[in-house]
């Protein structure tokens, strides 16, 4: 496998009625970053480029990279819904997480 490649890809859907893109390694991870909007970086937005990054020049691991990038996403609302854990409804932990 290709050490830039996730072992399994990271599905987003960018906005309602969007279709869901399969992201499979770091460099398509690194253009969603390079494309979302300044003003909603954050923290994991960093932790998340800064991992794919440090894969690029072989410092991190993909699949390092692959769960800070999906960290990403579930918290930014655009990790598709099939990614997600099903909810049990069992303690306040329920449905948090997801399955990268």
Known sequence: MNS????VPVRVAL????PIEEIYGVEMALD??????V????PLYQAAFNA??????????AEEACRAFAAFCRVSNILAKDMMP????????AGQGYLI
Do not use: H, M, N
């Not at 830039?4 to 072992?7: K, P």
């Open 15 to 18: 906005g309602p009625g969007q």
């Open 32 to 37: 969603l970053l390079a494309d979302w909007p």
């Open 52 to 61: 794919c990054f440090g894969v690029s020049v072989g410092v991190v691991q």
């Open 86 to 93: 099903p909810e049990t409804g069992k303690g306040p932990e």
């Open 39 to 42: 003003g909603r970086q954050g």
């Open 4 to 7: 830039l490649q996730f072992e």
